[in-house]
C-alpha cells in the first residue's frame, strides 16, 4: 500500500448530495467483485467517512427543524 496515499486524508464532500453520489458509487464498484482487496479496504473506509458525514448532516438538519418548530417535532403529514 502506498504510504502518501494512506497517511492523506480524502477531501470532505461540499454537500449531502455529493457524499451521497460517491457513496453510491463505491458500492456500485465494490459490488462488482473486481476490486483488489487493497481497493475494497480503502473503499470501506472512505465509505464509512461518507457515512459518517451523511449522518452528521442530517442530525444537524434534524436540530433545525427542531428548533424552527419551537423545540416541538410535529408528525409528518402527506400534502
Known amino acids: 500500500m502506498d504510504r502518501t496515499e494512506a497517511s492523506t ?3 470532505a ?3 449531502f448530495e455529493d457524499a451521497q453520489a460517491e457513496l453510491d458509487e463505491l458500492v456500485r464498484a ?3 467483485g473486481q476490486m483488489p482487496l487493497d481497493g ?3 473503499a ?3 465509505g464509512a467517512q461518507l457515512l459518517e458525514f451523511c449522518r452528521s448532516r442530517l442530525d444537524a438538519v434534524e436540530e433545525q427543524v427542531k428548533v424552527l418548530e419551537e423545540g416541538q417535532l410535529k408528525p409528518w403529514t402527506r400534502p
Open 9 to 11: 486524508p480524502a477531501p
Open 13 to 15: 464532500p461540499a454537500s
Open 30 to 32: 465494490m459490488e462488482t
Open 40 to 42: 475494497l479496504l480503502s
Open 44 to 46: 470501506y473506509k472512505r
